[in-house]
């Protein structure tokens, strides 16, 4: 080569290589920013939870009707179960979360255990509140002052030491994990309660049933990954953010080849290699599809991938996507707590978005036992001003973490469409659902 063309070449180098490097540390930061927000998002809604169990409580110290009293116990354990889902979802190990763990779970099953007797409340029944809510009070604070830590940079939440180790965050004073702990040792000393509902130890020591299997390396990680999403497709795919939840995943960042600054992110399971989530954030372009091409589209997805005992139960479209809600079915029985949720991009049916960590939890065969009421005999069960359709037999989670064979009945009254669930072997009335309709699809509430 002509030395005189020597220099400038170097330069030309020099310069490319500085915009691939500009370009791959935009491409991480942005990635570290959306697994922050997430992340954010989570911690908040947790705090909200626990502040409105805080809340509740101390409205049960103060009231003086069961009826009332019943009401905020519901909301109690609701609000407890939400709690501890979205705990599950922070980037911290169990010896951190255990004891936060193990006092939102109890605070669930007393309240359930409480509305089921439906009666004053008596001086034992005040002393255990009280110690719940005193609880509730810590746990509270020690969540608002960590969540300041956040928001002042002192703690950060996320992929702490990946970032740091890449030189896309800066180190934090204190991680996450550390400021859990410091949680963990205070929620040690709260009481251990008395009540007939006893203490479900497995809705703390829960394990996902799906997850059969060997450990799975990363590299075989990469080809589930693939497989899923089309290796004609893939440009390449890089090592994301491992979770150390209760499903132990995989992190995975997939480059597509058409539009590179764009990734896929997927998370696998690294017992089994289940798809635990996928998120394609890629513009979508006009609306082309309705809500039937849509479902069409989710249905032959799903059957592609080998779920072909799976039914789609609900959909709607948000923005530009559809999200259609599946459902496991076994004995001709719809399996609510077994759930998978897709989403479709309306510009070309693509599926832009995969959620199985419900069914990642729950799914497993079980052993159903042959109705003790027939669907008329149930049907009997409901309100006379209600007129219902035929009923089908459904499978649904109850408050406590458990299940209950009921038969789900369409109902119409003024005009508003209702889901009622009749026990399959009491006839008592497990739940209500009202139906909300629209051009986008349907809601329940």
């Known amino acids: ?41 989570m911690f908040y809604e947790l705090l909200d939870h ?21 009401k905020l116990f519901s909301d109690i354990s609701r609000q407890s179960f939400s709690a501890q889902e979205k705990l599950n979802q922070l980037p911290v190990t169990h010896s951190a979360l255990n004891k936060t763990s193990k006092f939102l779970t109890q605070t669930a099953d007393y309240s359930s255990s409480m509305v089921k007797k439906n009666e004053p409340l008596n001086s034992e029944h005040l002393e255990n509140v009280t110690d719940l809510y005193n609880n509730a009070v810590k746990l509270t604070g020690e969540l608002r002052t ?37 949680v963990h040792e205070k929620m040690t000393e709260y009481p251990t309660l008395i009540y007939d509902g006893p203490f479900s130890e497995h809705l703390i020591e829960q394990k996902p049933r799906e997850l059969t299997g060997s450990q799975i390396t990363f590299d075989q990680a990469k080809k589930i990954a693939a497989d899923f999403i089309g290796a004609d497709k893939i440009k390449d795919i890089r ?9 132990k995943t995989y992190g995975l960042e997939v480059i597509p080849k058409e539009n590179a600054v764009n990734p896929i992110y997927m998370s696998i399971t690294k017992t089994g290699g289940h798809i635990a989530w996928m998120l394609d954030n890629r513009h979508v372009g006009s609306k082309k599809l309705s809500l039937e091409e849509i479902n069409q589209k989710a249905v032959e997805f799903m059957n592609k ?15 530009d996507t559809g999200v259609v809600n599946f459902a496991y079915t076994q004995d001709k029985v719809i399996i609510y707590p077994d759930l998978i949720k897709i989403k ?77 669930y009749i026990n399959a072997n009491n006839g008592n009335e497990e739940k209500i659902l009202k139906l909300i309709k629209s051009k986008s699809g349907t809601l329940t509430i």
């Open 239 to 247: 090592r994301g953010s491992d979770s150390t939840g209760f499903i």
């Open 1 to 41: 080569m002509n030395r005189r063309w020597i220099i400038p070449f170097l330069l030309c180098a020099i310069v490319i290589t500085g915009v691939w490097g500009i370009a791959q540390y935009r491409q991480k930061n942005v990635y570290q920013i959306y697994m922050q927000n997430q992340y954010q998002r």
């Open 146 to 182: 960590l969540f300041d830590k956040m928001a002042d940079g002192s703690v950060n939440i996320g992929e702490v030491q990946k970032g740091v180790r890449l030189g896309i965050v800066k180190a934090p004073t204190k991680t996450l994990d550390e400021e859990f702990q410091k």
């Open 50 to 70: 626990v502040e409105n169990i805080q809340v509740d409580f101390s409205k049960v110290l103060v009231s003086g009707s069961t009826e009332q009293n019943n």
């Open 305 to 319: 991938k080998g779920f072909k005992d799976m039914v789609p139960t609900y959909s709607m479209i948000n923005n």
């Open 344 to 420: 479709v991009a309306l510009d070309n049916g693509e599926i832009v978005g995969w959620e199985a960590q419900k069914y990642l939890m729950s799914h497993r065969a079980r052993k159903i036992k042959q109705p003790l009421l027939t669907e008329d005999e149930a049907s009997k069960y409901i309100s006379s001003s209600i007129k219902t359709k035929e009923g089908r037999l459904a499978l649904i989670p109850t408050d406590n973490g458990n299940e209950v064979l009921t038969y789900e009945f369409k109902g119409d009254y003024r005009g508003d469409e209702f889901l009622i």
